[in-house]
């Protein structure tokens, strides 16, 4: 039986993924934890819940040992647009959490699923279907902690034994819980917006493309690479997992599908925009199809729509 901890499990991913886990796996037997605690109640009552910061590696393993863990999924992390208003915080936090939990599962006998991002690439890594496995020199203190991480977590395997595994997420999109630093985050935002004011001035420019996510096709990614039989993968960490590439203009037309007087203005601010520029415009994600079945169910259109219905409800506003 798996016994799961999920670091960062109140940020945007790890607030779904918790719940998403409990429903396969058992409500006791996947531990929330993150270092500080908010929310709603029932978050807290659904199933256990630890105060844990991944800097502390003692607390790290004392929760390991409390549980059983025999996997843990390493969410907590800072995203890139915090991280260069603070890259020093960002590196301990990154760099150091990544560390403790890999120490921690080779003393522990425990698996690690870590997410790497597209930020692992930079400026010169071909922009354009990018590859699987291709030059990695990002530009950002994120992107450099993604890539460190992604060779640690190969060196743990390769050494160790420990069983890592990852993908270079895209920007995720999702209603339930708001991102948090990213440089990516406008694509959620502008839904937020459009239903509350319908307009919306994006910090990203027009004819910026990056790769996205909806919620559900992310969760199913953590979950099928953990359950992927370990014969089939000739990668571990990170494979990329693409399920839309686009730029905010495209976007707000499928917006305007639903909410016909949406503007979109822009108010670009050059910090992200320069990540952005820095970034891939779409990957390929051949590997992570032939290795274990990557297959994503929700495209630009899917996606708008179901967002749109659920983040109305969530609002209260009728569309
Ligand atoms: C960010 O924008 O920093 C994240 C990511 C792509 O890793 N959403």
New binding site residues.
């Given amino acids: 039986m798996k016994k799961i901890l999920i670091t960062g499990a109140l940020g945007q991913i790890g607030t779904e993924l918790t719940e998403y886990l409990r429903e396969q796996y058992g409500n006791d037997n996947v531990i929330a934890s993150n270092r500080s605690k908010h929310g709603d109640d029932s978050f807290f009552e659904a199933g256990p819940f630890e105060l844990l910061n991944v800097l502390d590696a003692k607390g790290l393993a004392e929760v390991c040992r409390k549980y059983g863990i025999n996997h843990i999924i390493h969410l907590a992390a800072i ?3 915090n991280a260069e208003k603070n890259p020093q915080t960002a590196y301990d936090i990154n760099m150091n959490g990544t560390y403790n939990v890999l120490e921690v599962a080779r003393e522990l006998g425990i698996a690690v699923f870590t997410p790497s ?3 692992a690439f930079g400026a010169n890594t071909p922009a354009d279907n990018t590859p699987q496995d291709t030059i990695q020199r990002p530009s950002t203190m ?1 992107g450099v902690t993604k890539v460190a991480g992604e060779l640690l977590c190969d060196y743990y395997f390769k050494k160790y034994g420990v069983d890592t595994r990852g993908v270079r ?4 999109i999702s209603y339930a819980a708001l ?1 948090g630093g ?4 406008y694509a959620v935002h502008i839904y937020y917006e459009a239903l509350k004011n319908k307009k919306y001035a994006s910090y990203i420019g027009a004819g910026t493309y990056m790769d996205m996510m909806y919620m559900p096709d992310a969760l199913k990614a953590v979950h099928d690479l953990m359950e992927a039989n370990p014969d089939k993968l000739l990668h571990r960490n990170a494979f990329n997992v693409t399920a839309m590439s686009f730029e905010p203009e495209m976007l707000a037309a499928e917006i305007r599908k639903h909410i016909p007087e949406f503007i979109l203005t822009y108010d670009v601010d050059p910090v992200r925009q320069a990540i952005a520029d820095s970034w891939p415009n779409s990957l390929d994600d051949s590997a992570a199809r032939a290795e274990w079945g990557w297959n994503p169910q929700y495209d630009l259109a899917s996606m708008t729509k179901d967002m749109l219905e659920k983040l109305a409800i969530k609002l209260n506003i009728k569309e």
Avoid: E, K, Q, V
């Avoid at 997420?169 to 995720?172: A, S, Y």
């Fill in positions: 995203l890139s647009a991002s597209i930020a994120y997420f895209p920007g995720i991102p990213g440089t990516t985050d």
